[in-house]
């Protein structure tokens, strides 16, 4: 059963309904701050986040463990981990930073528990498909110029499309800290990039 | 930023979304979700005659055939009784298990302590165990209590943390008494992983490792907090109060035994009575002499920590009052800004102490007359309780400080809970980043050039050129330094080695003269014998 038939299946989804199910941007912070509330109970809520956020965990995950598989389970644990919550403040909170956050620690739990695997390159896992295998292997081959700080960031503000202010706020740093370590990273990214293409 | 910068950025940072999206695409394990999520209470199976061991699959377990199932268990049986018993690794097993089982037990732990620090070099300190639990990164840098809150007052620890000269090893007992200490008291013990054995120590004793200040917290300090008048702010613009303080560690884990020289940079930002801490901690890892970037060390490597019933005594969650928070960036940890300046109350040349207790100074107006003006100081702050960790200890103030409204001082407030605070003054003559290098002493140093050096040379690529230039310059600053002082230091340290080497000749003949001495007493005892 996909997420997809999941979600559709649902009884009592009826202001889900007209949501687009390839969105993958976050909704409005009230939306999203609703349905981790009511994603302990519903099943809808949580199908519906985890089709906003499915690819944005995903991301942190990989820049952190760099492994697809761990990456897959991250995702799996980190809504697991989401549908537990008993107090979240929809007022205060924002969800999606919240969700990112669980996502984090998640991936660094993970990558903390297989780190001797993680660490030997023949074990990375890159997943099945021939695609997979190939967008793998090139993000890991680029990411890997930067240290791990970067490499997050750059994921946080690239793919899960977060503010400075978020990020910081996610990893704890200061806002100027997050611009400088970006910048860096981008400025070797391109650099680094720039040399693979013109090898290739 | 260019635009042409900003365009390329774009266009990468869509590139890099659609190549990770592309990834995340088939990423499909919502059912595993949605199953760990909810389990059976949203599943309806009445009319589907599933079984609950065809529940399984839907977790993803695989259900096995029944044949497949009993050869599995006759398979096994057969390993159990006939196989591993006689392997290595059983018979390894076998003692660890029963290692572990002796080591646990509250008894065997107590008595293992009690030889333990009989024969050792160690440390003791005394304190309360609320204090202990609070403040566990001002006492055991990467350990926290091993016990829980108690509700029963008057509880206390007491640590053992075996030592080579003053600096500190990983191997530490912990013990939780009542009252006053006495082998009666005692509720609780507890063991690191960590065992030196005796040969290690002496090996380490002759390597001279040595506390050494270290100028990474303040670089740090520099980077995340900025100057507002009295203040130090940070992002938000809140007041805080921060601090550091460094030293060594010999840590072993496993059969591998690293020096690791840390800097542990906290700040609050409240009422220090009731504000909690965030923290970090930078480390340098030395094994064998060599920087080892890759070491990760174990933190609360705690082994065991039993009660009197031989029940665990580690607590359920920690009561800690620091939260760690990403305070050391990637940055260069010898970038030191102007807009803050350090004091160290505890290293007697910059500040004086003064009273005690409450917040008041007496001022002598005449002769006669004392005036007790209540006052706020300038900065409170809980300091270690190790003498060594203490005197590091370095409190930070903005450079656009202003005087003290009766006294050109500033003045800080600093301690621990249990012995009490101190007021320091320190005049506001303060230390610019140069001026941070030219108060080290000959080992800090060295240490500070062998850290640049190894940034330099082996982790060059990750700074830019201006940082290059700046970290040769701080270089070539120190190393002028290290000149100045090598003539009488090197001098010194090389004396001493020497001195030690010889005591330890010495030490060796007089113990092999006493071993001659008395078997030459037995054999003429046993030549008695035989006469007789």
């Not at chain 1, 897959?72 to 990112?100: A, M, N, P, W, Y």
């Not at chain 2, 002499?289 to 705690?302: C, F, K, R, T």
């Not at chain 2, 004392?370 to 450079?399: C, H, M, R």
């Not at chain 2, 101190?422 to 080992?443: C, I, P, W």
């Amino acid at each position: 059963m996909t997420a997809d038939t999941n979600f559709s299946a649902g009884g009592d989804g009826i202001i889900f309904a007209t949501l687009s199910q390839n969105s993958r941007t976050a909704g409005p912070i009230g939306e999203v701050n609703q349905l981790i509330i009511e994603c302990s109970t519903s099943k809808e809520s949580l199908c519906r986040l985890y089709e906003m956020f499915k690819d944005n965990v995903f991301a942190v995950a990989f820049s952190i463990t760099a492994d697809y598989h761990l990456s897959e389970d991250c995702v799996t644990e980190t809504f697991v981990r989401l549908s537990q919550v008993k107090k979240f403040s929809h007022t205060k909170g924002d969800g999606k930073g919240f969700i990112l956050t669980i996502a984090r620690n998640v991936a660094l739990e993970l990558r903390r528990r297989y780190k001797r695997e993680i660490t030997d390159d023949v074990i990375l896992n890159y997943g099945e498909t021939e695609q997979t295998v190939e967008d793998s292997i090139y993000i890991n081959q680029l990411l890997r110029y930067l240290n791990d700080k970067q490499r997050q960031i750059v994921v946080l503000k690239c793919c899960a499309e977060l503010t400075f202010k978020e990020i910081a706020k996610i990893m704890r740093a200061p806002e100027t800290t997050i611009k400088s370590r970006y910048k860096r990273a981008i400025t070797i990214l391109q650099e680094k990039a720039g040399v693979t293409s013109e090898k290739e | 930023m260019k635009k042409n910068d900003l365009i390329e950025n774009q266009e990468f940072e869509k590139m890099l979304k659609e190549k990770m999206n592309g990834l995340s695409a088939n990423v499909d394990c919502f059912d595993k979700i949605a199953a760990r999520a909810f389990p059976d209470k949203s599943e309806d199976f009445s009319d589907s005659e599933l079984t609950v061991n065809e529940l399984e699959n839907i977790t993803g377990k695989h259900r096995r055939l029944p044949v497949l199932k009993w050869v599995s268990v006759a398979a096994a049986l057969v390993l159990v009784a006939g196989v591993l018993p006689k392997t290595i690794m059983m018979s390894n097993l076998k003692q660890r298990l029963m290692h572990k089982q002796d080591k646990t037990t509250y008894r065997e732990l107590l008595s293992e302590i009690k030889s333990e620090t009989e024969n050792g070099s160690y440390t003791i300190l005394d304190l309360p165990l609320d204090e202990y639990i609070a403040n566990d990164v001002l006492i055991t840098p990467f350990y926290s209590c091993p016990f829980g809150s108690s509700s029963k007052n008057n509880m206390n620890v007491r640590l053992y943390i075996r030592t080579v000269g003053d600096v500190w090893t990983n191997q530490i007992y912990a013990v939780e008494y009542s009252g006053e200490y006495s082998e009666s008291s005692i509720v609780a013990t507890a063991s690191s992983k960590a065992d030196f054995s005796d040969k290690e120590i002496e090996k380490l004793t002759n390597e001279q490792i040595k506390n050494v200040s270290s100028t990474a917290g303040m670089a740090a300090a520099s980077e995340l907090f900025s100057a507002d008048g009295n203040n130090l702010i940070d992002e938000n613009g809140d007041a805080v109060t921060a601090a550091d303080f460094s030293g060594t560690v010999i840590y072993k884990s496993g059969d591998d035994i690293c020096t690791v020289y840390f800097d542990t940079l906290y700040y609050h930002n409240g009422a220090m009575e009731n504000g909690s801490y965030y923290y970090d901690t930078h480390t340098d890892c030395y094994v064998d002499g060599v920087l080892d970037a890759s070491y990760i060390i174990p933190e609360n490597d705690w082994k065991c920590s039993v009660n009197l019933n031989n029940n665990d005594a580690f607590p359920g969650s920690s009561g800690s009052a620091f939260e760690r928070a990403e305070l050391f960036s990637d940055a260069n940890p010898f970038m030191i800004s102007d807009n803050i300046f350090r004091i160290e109350p505890f290293a007697k040349s910059y500040a004086e102490q003064m009273l005690t207790d409450d917040k008041k100074l007496d001022l002598f107006l005449t002769r006669q007359t004392v005036s007790s003006i209540p006052f706020e100081p300038t900065a409170e702050i809980s300091v270690p309780e190790y003498e060594a960790f203490q005197k590091t200890t370095s409190v930070f103030f903005p450079t656009t400080i202003q005087k003290h409204e009766y006294l050109d001082d500033i003045i800080i407030m600093a301690g621990t809970q249990h012995k009490g605070y101190t007021l320091f003054y320190a005049n506001q003559d303060f230390k610019t980043s140069d001026d941070v290098y030219s108060e080290m002493g000959f080992d800090d140093l060295r240490y500070q050039a062998q850290i640049l050096e190894a940034m330099i040379n082996i982790h060059g690529s990750q700074f830019t050129d201006d940082q290059l230039i700046d970290m040769k310059k701080q270089l070539s600053r120190i190393n002028s330094l290290i000149i100045k002082y090598s003539d009488y230091e090197r001098t010194s340290a090389e004396n001493q080695a020497e001195m030690q080497a010889e005591e330890i000749q010495r030490q060796a003949e007089s113990d092999e003269q006493q071993r001659i001495k008395a078997e030459k007493t037995t054999n003429h005892k046993s030549d008695q014998t035989v006469t007789r």
